[in-house]
């Protein structure tokens, strides 16, 4: 079985397990509420999912190997992050619309008002928070500051936990209970804001690096200890070794097991991409962190389809570098402006020449109009047989090929792709641009001046 399909199978699995922990609390409080407190009971267990679903968040964020193990990969522990902390968000304002109060209870500490109003500020807190991750107008330089204020707003919703009135203490089996996953979520949260310094990371420096119109590709080579032995597929994050700026994921395209050199293909999407590939040169010091990830294809079973778009075609370069035989049938199919744009299609080109059952076809956009789902379907269908589809590649070019299988005989076509989703929200800008028909080259310079 294929290390993606194991990924997406623990992650469902590991899903299934964090809603049983979110929801674990109601049991062990609902002995402690009296008949005619079931508003009271509503809102507090509201409450409570709230908390845990934060706890769960600030554990993931933490970027511990055992939690990422469990969910499948660091990408899929993210987008876990995501709609735990939308969660959050709803069940803690359905909190706030009940009646909480229960006035036949003392107050323990003598500040269920303080506490109180420190919930109200948590809520705030959280609501613009969120807000923020989900408007993606909002630049990443910004947007990351702002989230490392969320295990702040945490702390405060623990400390409104603490501090109001309930019909249970502290010390009882509940009250530790809660405690005990609010203590580790405040802990894995402060985890998570460790200086860059103080990372698990190796040293590297740019021995190679070449640029083509908005992509880059880099040879690195370490300084001293190698991260572990990537697989192909898996991503690290890279920063600038003089602590400045953000960790930022990308694909290993390229690992040399003897001397430990790593390749990487980048493209120019964001103000932080787009100054890192400018500044880069011969005998830049870079930090590196991972590696991460468990996508990989199968080496047999079914039909693959290897579909990419942009960027996207890194993974497929790191498969087809890997010298491993093709023992299944494999289709590639890479969707970007410009041939000569896509890093490294020589290589792929190369590859699909040496391997009697692999085939490659590359779509330009800047010659013919982007692949509907009923191009992307016929050519995925020009081999009869249950096949496995492997994505990565943009949102626009994902809902094609959603829609793609969507419309073939059921049970044909399994996707597997990988999650690059640290930060998603309401429709990206180039959506609105793919929808409303504009010029790619325009839009995109406008966003990026606006950015």
């Known amino acids: 079985m294929t290390d993606a399909v194991i990924a997406e199978r623990r992650l469902k699995l590991f899903s299934v397990l964090c809603v049983l922990i979110v929801l674990s609390p109601i049991p062990l409080i ?21 908390l845990m679903c934060m706890s769960l968040s600030m554990l993931l ?35 706030d619309s009940f009646e909480a109060e229960i006035k036949r209870i003392p107050d323990q500490f003598g500040r269920t008002d303080l506490a109180s109003d420190i ?32 295990t702040a707003v945490f702390i405060l919703s623990a400390v409104h936990f603490i501090g109001i009135a309930k019909p249970f203490a502290l010390q009882s089996f509940a009250g530790l209970y809660i405690m005990a996953w609010t203590v580790a979520g405040t802990l894995a949260g402060t985890y998570a804001l460790r200086p860059s310094s103080w990372r698990r990371s190796r040293h590297y420096s740019v021995e190679e690096v070449s640029r083509t119109g908005r992509y880059a590709r880099i040879t690195l080579v370490p300084e001293g200890r190698r991260i572990g032995k990537p697989r192909p597929g898996q991503f690290a994050f890279l ?89 299944t049938r494999v289709d590639i199919i890479v969707v970007d402006r410009a041939s000569d744009a896509i890093p490294s299609l020589d290589g792929l080109r190369a590859f699909a020449d040496q391997e009697p059952n692999v085939s490659l076809k590359v779509i330009e956009t800047s010659r013919v109009a982007r692949p509907t789902a009923r191009d992307l379907l016929r050519l995925m269908s020009e081999r009869s047989g249950r096949a496995d589809i492997y994505f990565c590649g943009p949102k626009g070019l994902l809902n094609s090929v959603k829609e793609a299988i969507a419309d073939a005989k059921p049970g044909t076509f399994r996707l597997l792709r990988e999650r690059f989703e640290f930060r998603t929200g309401l429709p990206h800008p180039a959506d609105w641009r793919d929808r409303l028909g504009l010029s790619s080259t325009l839009f995109d310079n406008a966003y990026e001046r606006l950015r």
């Open 30 to 50: 609902l002995p402690h509420f009296q008949p005619g407190w079931t508003e009271q009971l509503i809102s507090q267990s509201l409450g409570t999912v709230s």
């Open 61 to 95: 964020s933490s970027r511990a190997r055992p939690l990422e193990w469990l969910s499948g990969g660091l990408d899929k522990a993210y987008v876990l992050h995501k709609w735990l902390g939308l969660t959050a968000l709803a069940t803690v304002y359905l909190h």
């Open 119 to 150: 919930g109200g500020l948590a809520l705030d807190g959280l609501t613009v928070l969120i807000i923020a991750t989900l408007v993606m107008l909002i630049p990443y330089r910004i947007w990351f500051w702002t989230h490392r204020l969320m």
């Open 239 to 327: 920063r600038r070794a003089d602590g400045s700026g953000r960790g930022h994921p990308f694909t290993i395209s390229h690992h040399d097991a003897q001397t430990g050199r790593l390749g990487f293909a980048m493209r120019q999407s964001g103000e932080w991409t787009t100054c890192l590939i400018a500044e880069l040169e011969t005998g830049t010091k870079l930090h590196i962190e991972g590696p991460f990830g468990s996508f990989r294809p199968a080496r047999g079973g079914p039909r693959q389809i290897w579909i990419a778009g942009g960027i996207g075609v890194t993974p497929l370069l790191a498969w087809a570098a890997s010298g491993r035989p093709v023992d």
